[in-house]
């Protein structure tokens, strides 16, 4: 496979992680309690953790990219290939655990495929992130069915959130050129075989919690080509806001 | 109980202290002993929380990857030392939801300096190299204090407290190495930071009542205007090697004493944020007390839940 569509591969995937653990971030200090406060602080610094790893690696890869920071801060918006479902603001709690379960449960799906990939550094990375996600997912799954089958609150904003974020899911499996070819090279992972596990696992948990899964045939789709949510510019906005205004700085 | 065997129980209590034995929760105590404690304690447990505010104002916008971890780490340590904290004041008979509720209604104080807003990346490390540093000073003793669990926590606590110095310290020194403007960043910092971290150990001597008490419970070993000294004394040779410089025109090494004489603090600037008035005390108060009732559906759930699960074991058993 050709370095630079290597590169767009690897991006692909971190910069979920990225902008994810960029939105648990701004929640760190204003959680509902210490403890989920902790917790969540966790799953942030996990996938930071990731991130670092394939960008590092990425940045070897990459001609225009020297280093991980180059890669994570210096792109414009359209060139940040996260799905848009891990964008989506921290509206409530309800919204953070449903963004967290929906996507934790096809991270996991994602790794257990990556572990066997034919380069060797991803399928490293994909042995220790595997572990991590394990625990975020557990830790969500508990999460929907506590406050889904909690009050009737409780029940009404989890379902607020799954409700809401349901649209984001499907593109989770849409297939970019890139991945297409990392595929065939025995890199990638083919996303639509994980379709099918994903809704069934997702609808268990839902059922358990007591919620109903939302039956809208509509999804929305754009961010894997870097087409995001107009939320989009304002995470950038922070996170680029010290690596644009002093530029060329070590920190 | 009469007024002779209580005076009886506080003497042996006293003895104990001096012998240097820890107190423990189911132990005798003096009702004075275990009010102080509950104060003291929970005022560090909400200071470690609030603490969280001003440095979690920039876990978005930390300068690199790793940067960002550590931070995001650092504030997590926080609320962990919040956490053990609030578990060793509840050994002595009260609740959580108590202490949060002294803190949102003003009744409880937490340290001062998390009033300050955090308006540069710089901030950041001069909180870790100041203010972290002045905690050490000032809590470094309470590792040996007479309260066992307060003790204990602050073992833990003392050592994560160093090394959120050092990386603090650390980010000072690369922004000093850096270029003309993030040492600018760095000396900026340091002048809004000085004042306010030597007032972290509190009004002089002569205005400080609770000093002798606390050192027979070992709440304290020295006063406050030692350890300020101390923290004078120790941070002008750091600031040296950073070539940056203290905002304080009386700043002078005194060779007979062998330390530095320095300026006076503004004590009215200092009553005034200790009275709520300070550039953040809005907006700290607002950040808990918002973040406490926002989470009251999510906390209220759990609680049913466990309930329920706790149930339906019940349900299966019988
Ligand atoms: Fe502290
Ligand atoms: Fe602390
Ligand atoms: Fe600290």
């Known amino acids: 496979m050709e370095k630079e569509h290597l590169y767009q591969y690897i991006v692909g995937i971190a910069d979920n992680n990225l902008v994810l653990g960029q939105r648990l971030g701004e929640l760190c200090g204003h959680g509902p309690s210490l403890e989920t406060d902790i917790a969540l602080t966790n799953i942030a610094l996990d996938l930071f953790g990731q991130t670092r790893s394939y960008y590092q690696y990425a940045a070897q890869l990459s001609a225009q990219h ?11 918006e359209r060139e940040y290939r996260n799905v848009l479902l891990v964008e989506q603001p921290n509206t409530h709690f309800g919204h953070v655990i449903a963004r967290q379960f929906l996507f934790d449960v096809f ?27 394990s625990y975020h997912k557990r830790f969500s799954s508990d999460w929907v069915k506590r406050l889904g089958d909690g009050t009737e609150e409780s029940h009404q904003k989890m379902q607020e959130g ?38 069934k696992e997702v609808n268990h948990i839902l059922e358990e919690a007591t919620l109903s899964v939302p039956e809208s045939p509509y999804f929305q789709k754009g961010g894997k080509e870097g087409i995001h949510t107009e939320h989009m510019g304002y995470l950038l906005a922070d996170l680029q806001y010290m690596q644009r205004t002093y530029p060329n700085m070590n920190w | 109980m009469s007024d002779k065997e209580i005076k009886n129980l506080e003497a042996i209590f006293e003895a104990r202290i ?71 004041a509840e050994t002595l008979g009260i609740s959580r939801n108590e202490l949060y509720e002294q803190l949102h209604s003003g009744k409880a104080k ?63 020194l690369t922004l000093c190495k850096g270029t003309a ?13 000085w004042w306010p971290s030597l007032m972290m150990f509190g009004p002089r001597d002569e205005e400080s009542p609770h000093t002798a008490q606390s050192m027979k419970w070992k709440l304290k070993r020295k006063t406050n205007d030692e350890l300020r000294q101390q923290f004078v004394d120790q941070t002008i040779p750091q600031a040296d090697i950073l070539g940056i410089t203290v905002p304080d025109p009386n700043l002078k090494w005194n060779e007979a004493k062998g330390q530095y004489d320095f300026g006076e603090i503004d004590w009215d600037e200092f009553w005034q944020v200790v009275k709520g008035h300070g550039p953040c005390n809005k907006e700290r108060m607002e950040a808990r007390v918002g973040a406490w009732e926002e989470g009251t559906w999510v906390r209220d759930a759990a609680m049913v839940y ?8 019940v349900a299966q058993a019988s």
Not at chain 1, 180 to 186: D, F, L, M, P, S
Not at chain 2, 49 to 69: C, D, F, Q, Y
Not at chain 2, 306 to 313: D, G, H, L, S, V
């Open chain 1, 66 to 76: 020297q280093t991980e920071d180059d890669v994570a801060f210096l792109r414009k």
């Open chain 1, 107 to 133: 991270h996991y799906l994602f790794l257990e495929q990556l572990l066997h990939s034919k380069d060797d550094t991803l399928a490293a990375i994909a042995a220790k992130a595997i572990k991590e996600v």
């Open chain 1, 162 to 199: 799954i409700s809401n974020l349901w649209r984001y899911t499907n593109e989770l499996f849409e297939m970019t050129a890139y991945e297409n070819e990392a595929v065939k090279a025995g890199i990638g992972i083919a996303l639509s075989e994980l379709k099918q596990n994903y809704y």
């Open chain 2, 18 to 88: 001096d012998r240097d034995e820890k107190i423990e929760p189911k132990d005798w105590m003096p009702e004075k002993y275990r009010q102080t404690h509950i104060r003291q304690i929970s005022q560090h447990a909400h200071s470690e929380i609030v603490g969280m505010l001003p440095e979690g104002n920039w876990i978005t916008r930390a300068p690199s990857l790793r940067r960002k971890a550590a931070l995001l780490a650092k504030v997590q340590d926080e609320a962990g030392h919040g956490l053990y904290l609030y578990s060793a």
């Open chain 2, 110 to 172: 937490y340290s001062s300096i998390f009033n300050y807003p955090t308006i540069s990346w710089a901030d950041i490390g001069a909180i870790g190299w100041l203010v972290d540093g002045a905690a050490i000073i000032n809590q470094v003793a309470l590792c040996t204090t007479s309260f066992g669990p307060y003790a204990r926590a602050m073992v833990r606590i003392c050592k994560e407290e160093s090394f959120h110095q050092r990386q603090g310290y650390e980010i000072m």
């Open chain 2, 181 to 193: 403007e993030q040492k600018a960043m760095a000396q900026d910092a340091l002048n809004r930071w």
């Open chain 2, 306 to 313: 466990a309930e329920k699960q706790a149930n339906k074991k």
